[in-house]
């Protein structure tokens, strides 16, 4: 199979640091594993992320879990540039471990479009003896405050991060590089998200990211599989509360992942696990737990 199955990781958006003791769900887009490059798409995808916060007390530790169905897809306006676009919807839960109360949010979250610029792609290249093939994108994107967003004085409003939206305007960047050698690929990206205020009460901290990712791809005929195995660290800055820097914030987290995904003519489906491997987020009180997506697109 001479033509790659070009991948993409945007792990900015994977949002795992903390605000009061709470799991982020309304960071930036994440994007995980695209389907085929050079081909436009759009389809549904759903992510759930769960924590644990207020780890050391008996009365405030809490389950939290957020769910996420987003429409996204992909586009080319012009020659050598990927456009994709995002709308979420969230549901959010927090479930307290003493007295098993619940707290739910739901709404649209915050809209994403990201775009990248094909500056280098030896895969066109006729002439490549090697074997070796280099696939380079550069870009950015900006995240909209489409979804809620009332956090009041001394948080007496719903805590920032359990909230539809960050009510910020984001800017996001992305260096992403594929490298391949017959059916064998490595993908490395690199990212960050800039935060603005959310309003003149919070303003939650600017994130930086990297993830490795191998994959293998085998055919069947018009089926593809590609297995993946993979890691990202994801480092989140402290937030700052009524101007004030939060203590209770940023971290990192060290994920390990393993996924696959199957391409049948012009349908992509893919399921993605991970499971993190080292963390210190909110200064010892939140901890992460494993995190699924999956997703099915249709090419056109």
């Known amino acids: ?57 008996q009365m405030l530790k809490t389950k939290e879990d957020y769910q996420t ?12 540039l990927q456009v994709l676009a995002f709308l979420p919807y969230n549901n959010n839960q927090q479930t307290l471990f003493y007295s098993s109360t619940k707290e739910r949010n739901n709404g649209l979250g915050d ?26 994108m550069i870009g ?31 800017f996001l960047l992305s260096a992403i590089h594929t490298v391949r050698y ?15 205020k959310s309003n003149e009460l919070y303003k939650f901290g600017n994130r930086l990211s990297a993830s ?15 297995p993946n195995i993979g890691s990202t660290i994801d480092y ?14 940023g971290g990192y987290t060290f994920l390990g992942s393993l996924g696959i995904q199957a391409y049948y003519k012009a349908f992509t489906a893919g399921f993605t696990f991970q499971k993190p491997l080292a963390q210190n987020l909110g200064g010892g009180e939140l901890k992460t737990r494993p995190q699924s997506s999956v997703f099915l697109t249709i090419g056109f």
């Open 236 to 249: 989140g800055f402290k937030d700052h509360k009524e101007g004030v820097l939060n203590s209770q914030t």
């Open 212 to 226: 490795l990712i191998t994959f293998y791809t085998k055919n069947f005929g018009h089926l593809s599989i590609m």
């Open 1 to 57: 199979m001479k033509k790659i199955i070009l991948i993409a990781l945007i792990f900015s958006s994977l949002s795992v640091s903390a605000c009061d003791l709470c799991g982020c769900s309304n960071g930036s887009s994440f994007v995980g594993l695209l389907p085929r490059s050079g081909s436009k798409f759009v389809g549904l995808r759903y992510r759930l992320r769960s924590f644990d916060s207020h780890l050391n007390s």
């Open 69 to 80: 169905l987003e429409v996204w897809g992909r586009f080319y306006p012009i020659k050598n």
């Open 111 to 136: 809209a994403t479009i990201l775009a990248h610029y094909n500056v280098l792609n030896t895969f066109l290249d006729s002439t490549n003896a090697s074997g070796i093939y280099h696939h380079l």
């Open 140 to 170: 950015g994107g900006v995240k909209l405050p489409i979804g809620k967003f009332e956090y009041g004085y001394g948080g007496e409003a719903v805590n920032s991060n359990f909230q539809l939206g960050t009510g910020s305007t984001d």
């Open 182 to 196: 017959k059916k064998l690929g490595l993908n490395t990206e690199v990212g960050g998200r800039i935060s603005t």
